[in-house]
Every structure is written in C-alpha cells, then in structure tokens.
C-alpha cells in the first residue's frame, strides 16, 4: 500500500471525496465548504418508493452531484461516466490508475467487507477513492474510515454494480487535471454564492409536497397517521428506518446541518458578514431538534414509547424543523442579494 498516500477522514462520504479529489488538482477545501458550494443539503419523501421495504427518504442530493456542482461552480475540468457491462468499468479504472488518477467511485455497502457488519445492508450511494492497484487488490480510501484499506477486484466490482435504488451502474468521476487549478478569491465567493442559491431553490421551490421543507413536513404528516394506519410493530420499524436514513448513513439529518451551519460560518468570514452567522445559528437549532427526533424514533422503535402522543410528538418536531429551515433558506436568499 502507498504510505505516502495522504488519507483523510470526513463525516460524509461524498464531501470526503470531493475534497480529497480536489486537492490532487491544488484547490485546498473544507468539508463544510465542498458541502455547501455542491449545495448538498436536501431533504425528499418518495411515498411510491421502498427502500429496505421502507418509506425512501434522503438527507443530502443526489450521488455524485456535490462533486459535479462543486466542480462547476469553481471552474474545474472533470469527468464522469457511467458503464453498461462490468468489465469495461473495470478496465477504465484500471487505466486511470495506470495514469496515476485518484478516481471516486459510487458503491453499495453491503459488499464493502471492511466495514462493520452492522453497517453493511443494501444501500448504493456511498463513494470512495480508488487510489491505485497492486495484483488483484485496488488501494482505497473511505473517507468515512480512519485509514486506507484494500478491496479484491471482484469485491470492488460487485459494490459498483450493487441493484436496486441508486443503482451504481459502474459510475466513476475523477478530475481531469493532474496540475495545480488557480482558483481565485472572486471565484470562490461566485462558487459559494451559487451554491447558496441553488441550495435555495432546492429547499424552497421545487413542486410538489415531498422534497425540501415541504417534504419534511409530509413526513411529520405521514408519522401522525402511521400508528393507526399500519399498527405500532410496523410504524415502529418504519420510524427505526428513518433513524438510520438520518443518522447512521453518512451523517444524516442532524450532521448535515450542523454541516452547513459550518459552511455559513466560514462563508461570513469569507464575506464579513454577521448576517450569515446569524442563520448559521438556525441550521445549528435545527440539527439539534433532528438529533431530538431521532431520540424519540427510537424509543418508538425499541418499543418503550407506543402511544399516539409519542407520534404526535414526533410529528410535531418535523413541523417545527420544516418551520426553522424554512425561514433559514428565505433570509438566505434575501442575503445573497446582495453579492450578485
């Protein structure tokens, strides 16, 4: 394995490879800033989708946009790519490798032998980074671990094309220069204001009832009426699946929050502006209610708190968190004004 390789370790997976992959190119950023300029907050309900023979659910956008919008917005050449038979998204990866490449990759988890057990179940939009080969093993960094490990060729493969929802299909992104990429102040503050925005209209003005805040508050609805609906055993493991959707899968509801309260911090003092840090503080508030409700998931689901005043309450804590981001994401917008 390369000891010089220079692993990191991030609390959301994407976030992590993006900026491991930015840093090959020269351009050196946080977490919180690759978060929020790939305007990875998000949140959608899709009633007429199972995930684990459960309600699907997301807490960030979709895989791979963070890189694809982070790379957009700060002016860098990449490249992604999608593969209809195994064995040519194989041989393009090795021949990046051979190119001396770091190559992101979307997997599924349950293949992925180095994680704990209890983490492997079938989940497809984790990413890591494929670093290098040596025989039949590929050198890889998940930025979610403490240190590189390794994955047999077959055990890789099988991961990039794991079924069901958020089918990998092989999907590979790398950055295509291998030099240093100047990117300026001006453009930093352009990226970080674009990525604001879009986070706006994502959270704000998308149609519909299930994505953004509206759908934060469909589920506070659907929470009320699944006690009675589909009995407390089922709406308990219905609520036990949101608690991993939000907390155990990368960093979830409440992480992410705390994510872009990161993110608004650092982009007050990029644009010594207090106002941001005052939302900075909403989207702290708002993680904390997401842990909150968490806790009280999982008393539902481990069967201590079954009565309809506990889904009430539950419900009740989607309202307010759908309430708070809300105006969170409306004094952005209003702030962001000002820098076009």
């Given at each position: 394995?390369?000891?010089?390789?220079?692993?990191i370790?991030?609390?959301?997976?994407?976030?992590?490879?993006v900026?491991?992959?930015l840093?090959?190119?020269?351009?050196?950023?946080?977490?919180?800033?690759a978060f929020?300029?790939?305007?990875?907050?998000?949140?959608?309900?899709?009633?007429?989708?199972?995930?684990?023979?459960?309600?699907?659910?997301?807490?960030?956008?979709?895989?791979?946009?963070?890189?694809k919008?982070?790379?957009?917005?700060?002016g860098?050449?990449y490249?992604?790519r999608?593969?209809?038979?195994?064995?040519?998204?194989?041989?393009?990866l090795?021949?990046l490798?051979?190119?001396?490449?770091?190559?992101?990759?979307?997997?599924?988890v349950?293949?992925?032998?180095?994680?704990?057990?209890?983490?492997?179940?079938h989940?497809?939009?984790?990413?890591?980074?494929v670093?290098?080969?040596?025989?039949?093993?590929?050198?890889?960094?998940?930025t979610?671990?403490?240190?590189p490990?390794r994955?047999?060729?077959?055990?890789?493969l099988?991961a990039?094309?794991?079924?069901?929802?958020?089918?990998?299909?092989?999907?590979l992104?790398?950055?295509?220069?291998?030099?240093p990429?100047?990117?300026?102040?001006?453009?930093?503050?352009?990226?970080?204001?674009?990525?604001?925005?879009?986070?706006?209209?994502?959270?704000?003005?998308?149609?519909?009832?299930?994505?953004?805040?509206?759908?934060?508050?469909?589920?506070?609805?659907k929470?009320?009426?699944?006690?009675?609906?589909?009995g407390?055993?089922?709406?308990?493991?219905?609520?036990?699946?949101?608690v991993?959707?939000?907390?155990?899968?990368?960093?979830?509801?409440?992480?992410?929050?705390?994510?872009?309260?990161a993110?608004?911090?650092?982009?007050?003092?990029?644009?010594?502006?207090?106002?941001?840090?005052?939302?900075?503080e909403?989207?702290?508030?708002?993680?904390?209610?997401?842990?909150?409700?968490?806790?009280?998931?999982?008393?539902?689901?481990?069967?201590?708190?079954?009565?309809?005043?506990?889904?009430?309450?539950i419900?009740?804590?989607?309202?307010?968190?759908?309430?708070?981001?809300?105006?969170a994401?409306?004094?952005?917008?209003?702030i962001?004004?000002?820098?076009?």
């Amino acid at each position: 394995m390369d000891n010089n390789y220079q692993h990191i370790q991030t609390a959301h997976c994407e976030n992590g490879v993006v900026v491991r992959l930015l840093k090959t190119a020269g351009i050196n950023i946080d977490e919180p800033m690759a978060f929020g300029i790939g305007s990875g907050l998000f949140y959608i309900h899709i009633p007429f989708l199972k995930l684990n023979n459960a309600p699907a659910l997301a807490f960030r956008t979709m895989p791979g946009r963070i890189f694809k919008q982070s790379c957009n917005f700060l002016g860098v050449e990449y490249k992604s790519r999608r593969f209809s038979k195994p064995q040519n998204a194989e041989a393009y990866l090795d021949k990046l490798l051979e190119q001396g490449y770091d190559v992101g990759c979307q997997v599924g988890v349950f293949n992925l032998s180095y994680l704990p057990v209890e983490y492997r179940f079938h989940f497809n939009a984790h990413n890591l980074v494929v670093y290098g080969k040596e025989g039949d093993e590929y050198l890889i960094s998940d930025t979610t671990m403490e240190k590189p490990t390794r994955l047999g060729a077959t055990e890789l493969l099988k991961a990039r094309y794991a079924h069901g929802l958020y089918a990998p299909k092989g999907h590979l992104y790398y950055i295509k220069e291998k030099g240093p990429v100047s990117v300026s102040d001006y453009r930093l503050r352009e990226a970080v204001v674009k990525g604001i925005k879009r986070n706006v209209r994502d959270m704000l003005h998308i149609p519909g009832s299930f994505a953004g805040v509206s759908g934060i508050k469909y589920t506070g609805d659907k929470v009320r009426k699944w006690r009675d609906q589909l009995g407390v055993r089922k709406a308990g493991r219905y609520l036990g699946h949101i608690v991993r959707m939000q907390e155990e899968i990368g960093t979830g509801g409440g992480g992410f929050r705390f994510l872009y309260a990161a993110f608004l911090e650092r982009t007050a003092e990029l644009f010594q502006d207090d106002q941001l840090l005052s939302v900075s503080e909403d989207f702290g508030k708002a993680g904390d209610m997401w842990r909150t409700s968490a806790v009280k998931m999982a008393g539902v689901f481990r069967g201590r708190n079954t009565g309809q005043e506990h889904f009430n309450e539950i419900a009740g804590l989607f309202y307010e968190i759908s309430d708070i981001e809300s105006q969170a994401f409306k004094r952005l917008s209003q702030i962001v004004k000002k820098y076009d």
